[in-house]
């Protein structure tokens, strides 16, 4: 039997695709930021790479995704407001995903390890965004 991890895994891409647009339809921060709008798409496929390792129980630092999200918002001004709602809908996108792919399935555990990752990333951007802001003046 296949369990929700896997057959979440096999649509990956399209799960990817529907985040981005509603990233895009719901934080219009993006529409005046062209380049962080191009980057959106493989910011979103990075990190879905990362929650898959995460519902597996692969270890991960999380390193590329807060990466990623910290370059993309100081290289084109958005506001760590704008990346943390940007990290908050990946998040809840993944996990209405993998309930409904559940079929009754235990899935706490991937879960558990899905929440504790998006508030270990959160709280490193938060630090490290700040951290840039406060070395360039604030800018």
Known sequence: MVGAVERLADEIDQLADLIVAEILASVPEYEDEPVAKLLLRPFVRQNADEVMREFRGIATT????RNVALTDAIATGLSLETIERTFQIGRDRFR???LELGDGEDLAEPLA???????TVIAAVRDEYRAVKERRGGD
Not at 113 to 119: G, I, V
């Open 113 to 119: 390890r899905l929440d504790e990752a998006y508030e």
């Open 96 to 98: 209405a995903r993998l």
């Open 62 to 65: 999380t390193a590329a995704a």
